[in-house]
């Protein structure tokens, strides 16, 4: 049986990791961090709630994570540029109606359209599109492609705010929406293309849920569930408990630098990280990741000084982005190729549906004890729950025929 050459050094391959990463620059800038400037515009305009808003948010990535499965479907039949190109098209139509929105239905409707968009473009796609042309730097180019996640942080969060008082909500979005796509939807149908390790499309089609019943399953998904629970909720309310330290008498401690820190560092982390992922053990590595993670936020819990608040969202960052890697490279580990997709399709529809309520429960909590003490050792107790589950059931994927398996 003639055996399939990995591209690990191909120039193609790194063209796609290349359109990934400009794929992961608008579907986190304008799906995932642009969400709280959406939610203040609306309000600004139309009064509603944060709790509905926020509730919308919520039901359009749980919506999105039973969809997942699908979409690794999707990508075995139709090829991953087909799915990356529905994917920013769907969001581009939502994205561009937003601003017209005057009734709650009406944002409602659009949050569900965008739901299979933002998932036909984020990490699960991405992975096993990076998956069909890496197998021995798998973690590598799946750091440099989820990087666009970080970068879209840094840049196109920025840019939205800073055009939004100089042109207005409408203008500024759907100006940087139209040059988003043309840029991300240009560069993936020049570059994106199957890749020499893609499955055949009856290999990645989930005809039912058995992992699902799997102790092995879960000790990979458990704990990612936890983690990015934890982190999701603790990004979202970084900025209201740095502001809290000044408003208890504390040293004025500027929110923006932080969150500025702590997203330079993610990028940081992420490429020294992807130097190295694929010379470790994942699971080892994920279980410092946590646990680094919860020495930042015993710091933030009781520093008062800017230098310790800063260095603290720092160190925190370090791990963030790699808390989204790490999960596609233990199931590369212990799963065999063609069960790749699907696997991290459905792994990620669990942690995604348990993240979306990330923000809302510290929320909660913080509201129940009048603080960010209660949140933040939830936080804490979380990754540390994680780090015990995440070191448990490892084992290696079995040696396939006719594979560039190591």
């Not at 710091?299 to 963030?320: D, I, K, M, N, R």
């Not at 459905?346 to 979306?356: E, P, R």
């Not at 780090?387 to 594979?403: D, E, K, Q, S, Y």
């Amino acid at each position: 049986m003639s055996v399939i050459p990995a591209a690990d050094t191909s120039p193609a391959a790194w063209r796609v990791v290349f359109a990934c990463f400009v794929s992961a620059v608008f579907a986190w800038g304008f799906g995932f961090y642009a969400h709280g400037i959406y939610l203040v515009e609306l309000q600004r305009a139309h009064g509603w709630s944060t709790g509905f808003i926020s509730s919308v948010v919520t039901a359009h990535y749980v919506l999105g994570a039973f969809l997942l499965p699908r979409i690794a479907e999707a990508i075995g039949r139709f090829g991953p540029r087909t799915v990356f190109l529905a994917g920013l098209s769907i969001t581009t139509s939502a994205l561009l109606l937003l601003p017209s929105v005057t009734e709650p239905w009406q944002l409602v409707a659009l949050y569900i359209v965008m739901a299979p968009g933002w998932n036909a473009t984020s990490v699960a796609p991405i992975a096993a599109t990076v998956g069909q042309w890496f197998d021995r730097k798998r973690g590598l180019a799946l750091n440099l492609a989820l990087s666009g996640a970080t970068v879209a942080g840094l840049a196109v969060t920025p840019v939205l705010l800073a055009a939004i008082p100089a042109l207005g909500f409408a203008t500024a979005e759907r100006l940087l929406v139209l040059i988003g796509i043309v840029i991300a939807a240009g560069t993936v149908a020049l570059l994106v293309r199957r890749g020499p390790l893609s499955p055949k499309a009856t290999t990645v089609r989930p005809k039912h849920l058995a992992p699902l019943r799997q102790w092995h399953f879960w000790s990979i998904s458990a704990p990612f569930a936890f983690v990015l629970l934890s982190q999701v909720g603790f990004l979202t309310h970084l900025v209201p408990l740095v502001s809290a330290r000044a408003e208890s008498g504390g040293p004025p401690v500027d929110p923006a630098l932080a969150v500025g820190i702590n997203a330079a560092m993610a990028l940081v982390g992420r490429l020294v990280l992807g130097l190295v992922i694929d010379r470790l053990e994942p699971r080892r590595a994920s279980a410092i990741c946590f646990l680094v993670q919860v020495g930042a936020i015993a710091v933030l819990a009781t520093a008062h000084a800017p230098l310790l608040v800063y260095g603290a969202c720092a160190v925190y960052g370090l791990s963030v982005g790699n808390n989204i890697t790490l999960s596609p490279m233990i199931v590369q580990r212990e799963y065999t190729l063609d069960q790749f997709p699907a696997i991290v399709a459905l792994s990620t529809a669990v942690v995604q549906t348990l993240y979306a309520f990330g923000p809302g429960l510290l929320g909660i909590l913080r509201d129940a004890s009048g603080g960010y003490g209660l949140p933040l050792v939830v936080c804490m107790g979380l990754n540390l729950a994680a780090a015990v589950l995440i070191l448990t059931g490892a084992r290696r994927r079995p040696v396939m025929t006719g594979t560039s398996d190591r």
